[in-house]
């Protein structure tokens, strides 16, 4: 079946930079779309970035020049370069692949 477990969160100063990881298994990962989502205490799901099968990527805009997504088909994994971080940024963040959700890893940004 498929899993996606992240890992790479934790503790960061504000301006302080964390890399995420998302590895993927029980499916063809390099023919799909995956995507970080994260959610903020108190608050409801947030799209954070995708990366398309062919590697065009998209940002919502709070992130922009900040955060950087890749994949690595050969490992089946997908990353999420996090730089110049905020206490904004403080949430749970997931992986996503079409219906499929990892169980997420907590970033906290923070002095």
């Known amino acids: 079946q498929v899993q996606l477990v992240e890992s790479g969160g934790g503790l960061v100063q504000p301006g302080g930079s964390l890399r995420l990881s998302c590895a993927a298994s029980g499916f063809t990962f390099s023919s799909y779309a995956m995507s970080w989502v994260r959610q903020a205490p108190g608050k409801g799901l947030e799209w954070v970035s995708d990366i398309t099968s062919s590697g065009l990527t998209n940002y919502r805009d709070s992130v922009k020049g900040r955060f950087t997504i890749s994949r690595d088909n050969a490992k089946n994994t997908v990353y999420l370069q996090m730089n110049s971080l905020k206490p904004e940024d403080t949430a749970l963040y997931y992986c996503?692949?079409?219906?499929?959700w990892g169980q997420g890893t907590q970033v906290t940004v923070s002095s």
């Open positions: 996503n692949a079409g219906n499929d």
